[in-house]
């Protein structure tokens, strides 16, 4: 309440407190990173002593023109820019709050000095952190056009600048792990033992690489929702290669679920991993978690299914394909891809089940729910693991 959650810990504040009411928006799926408005956002990061502040920043705003930026300030998103703009106005337009004279002469010398060293010592930072925020551009550029080795020279580049960014950390473990991934895959049959040797060298320690670069992500921003399903993400991707692996998911993506408690897209991923453990009931039960908290999110009800189905709970799973074509878009490929599993499904059913599916065609507690807006977000693989 005093002094806020920090200055790089909104998104944490936000996952915390998000409420599960916006689950039934367009919102559903969007995190924010800053506040409404600098005054908001102030109060959320800083507390009451920012809030305070940023109150009598804006009593100084007396000239009209700054009084618009004083508007900005409360009615508009932060804007860093923004605020140094206006800053740089009031010392122009309110010349009392830099003293023209300094009576202590004796003083004038060292004052220099020491403010001439305490620039230099922050400009030496700025460059350091531009030039970092610049590589890592390039990089996330590079990989977009398929680059992978230059996207990796410059992200070592970035975190050699500033290794103190969580996000640089994060991007860089899934560098490692995509390069991996691409060089099981381009093994040839012809090549030789030394050859694959080599690579599979070089694969092991792309994927120590991501791992340890997820986890300093986790130790920069332990409560950044993002850095914890990053590195779920990369255990899941190395289940059955890495020993652990599968554990490690589980127990990144359950403290995500304790970081964004209203998040459903995180229990449908938690039950992709249970899923690819062959631990159904678990998988079931994550699925359900979902759907209470997002009814008309489809995926959940087709990974829903496919869990069932691998049961030889047939019924189940027909149940949950009717609710998924419940919020699918009409005439999509999702669409098409539903009721062609569903028609598979009840092949499989007995005509008991077959009425029974019939009469009631919805599945548990979301049947009693009123028709939600419908998702259109694509239904994932029959294999869901997300």
């Given at each position: 309440?005093?002094?806020?959650?920090?200055?790089?810990?909104?998104?944490?504040?936000?996952?915390?407190?998000?409420?599960?009411?916006?689950?039934?928006?367009?919102?559903?799926?969007?995190?924010?990173?800053?506040?409404?408005?600098?005054?908001?956002?102030?109060?959320?990061?800083?507390?009451?002593?920012?809030?305070?502040?940023?109150?009598?920043?804006?009593?100084?705003?007396?000239?009209?023109?700054?009084?618009?930026?004083?508007?900005?300030?409360?009615?508009?998103?932060?804007?860093?820019?923004?605020?140094?703009?206006?800053?740089?106005?009031?010392?122009?337009?309110?010349?009392?709050?830099?003293?023209?004279?300094?009576?202590?002469?004796?003083?004038?010398?060292?004052?220099?000095?020491?403010?001439?060293?305490?620039?230099?010592?922050?400009?030496?930072?700025?460059?350091?952190?531009?030039?970092?925020?610049?590589?890592?551009?390039?990089?996330?550029?590079?990989?977009?056009?398929?680059?992978?080795?230059?996207?990796?020279?410059?992200?070592?580049?970035?975190?050699?600048?500033?290794?103190?960014?969580?996000?640089?950390?994060?991007?860089?473990?899934?560098?490692?792990?995509?390069?991996?991934?691409?060089?099981?895959?381009?093994?040839?049959?012809?090549?030789?033992?030394?050859?694959?040797?080599?690579?599979?060298?070089?694969?092991?320690?792309?994927?120590?690489?991501?791992?340890?670069?997820?986890?300093?992500?986790?130790?920069?921003?332990?409560?950044?929702?993002?850095?914890?399903?990053?590195?779920?993400?990369?255990?899941?991707?190395?289940?059955?290669?890495?020993?652990?692996?599968?554990?490690?998911?589980i127990a990144a993506y359950q403290q995500a679920m304790q970081l964004d408690p209203t998040n459903p897209t995180i229990r449908l991923r938690l039950g992709g991993a249970y899923v690819g453990q062959q631990k159904f009931d678990e998988a079931i039960a994550s699925y359900n978690a979902a759907s209470?908290?997002?009814?008309?999110?489809?995926?959940?009800?087709?990974?829903?299914?496919?869990?069932?189905?691998?049961?030889?709970?047939?019924?189940?799973?027909?149940?949950?394909?009717?609710?998924?074509?419940?919020?699918?878009?009409?005439?999509?490929?999702?669409?098409?891809?539903?009721?062609?599993?569903?028609?598979?499904?009840?092949?499989?059913?007995?005509?008991?089940?077959?009425?029974?599916?019939?009469?009631?065609?919805?599945?548990?507690?979301?049947?009693?729910?009123?028709?939600?807006?419908?998702?259109?977000?694509?239904?994932?693989?029959?294999?869901?693991?997300?």
């Open positions: 309440l005093l002094v806020g959650v920090g200055a790089q810990n909104f998104l944490g504040a936000f996952t915390v407190g998000r409420p599960a009411t916006i689950n039934m928006t367009d919102l559903w799926n969007t995190r924010f990173t800053a506040g409404s408005s600098m005054l908001f956002h102030m109060a959320t990061v800083q507390g009451l002593v920012g809030l305070v502040g940023v109150v009598w920043f804006l009593t100084r705003l007396r000239n009209p023109i700054l009084l618009l930026g004083a508007l900005s300030l409360v009615f508009l998103p932060p804007s860093f820019p923004a605020f140094v703009v206006i800053t740089t106005l009031l010392i122009l337009t309110e010349p009392v709050l830099v003293p023209k004279r300094f009576n202590l002469l004796w003083l004038r010398y060292p004052t220099a000095m020491i403010v001439l060293l305490l620039v230099s010592i922050a400009s030496y930072g700025l460059f350091r952190a531009y030039g970092a925020e610049f590589a890592f551009g390039k990089s996330l550029r590079a990989f977009d056009n398929r680059e992978g080795t230059n996207a990796y020279n410059l992200q070592i580049q970035a975190i050699t600048l500033n290794p103190n960014v969580a996000r640089f950390h994060m991007a860089y473990a899934q560098t490692n792990l995509a390069l991996a991934n691409a060089i099981s895959g381009s093994a040839s049959i012809s090549a030789t033992k030394e050859q694959l040797d080599k690579d599979r060298q070089t694969t092991t320690q792309l994927i120590q690489q991501a791992i340890r670069e997820a986890k300093i992500a986790i130790g920069l921003a332990p409560t950044n929702i993002l850095a914890w399903e990053n590195i779920a993400s990369v255990y899941q991707t190395l289940a059955g290669v890495a020993q652990g692996a599968d554990l490690w998911t209470s908290l997002k009814p008309d999110y489809a995926n959940v009800y087709y990974n829903m299914s496919f869990a069932y189905r691998e049961q030889k709970k047939y019924l189940q799973a027909s149940q949950a394909l009717l609710q998924a074509l419940k919020y699918v878009t009409p005439g999509s490929a999702d669409e098409r891809q539903a009721k062609k599993e569903l028609d598979e499904v009840t092949q499989l059913l007995t005509e008991a089940e077959k009425q029974s599916l019939n009469e009631a065609p919805t599945t548990g507690s979301p049947a009693k729910q009123d028709p939600a807006p419908r998702d259109t977000a694509p239904l994932s693989p029959l294999s869901p693991l997300q």
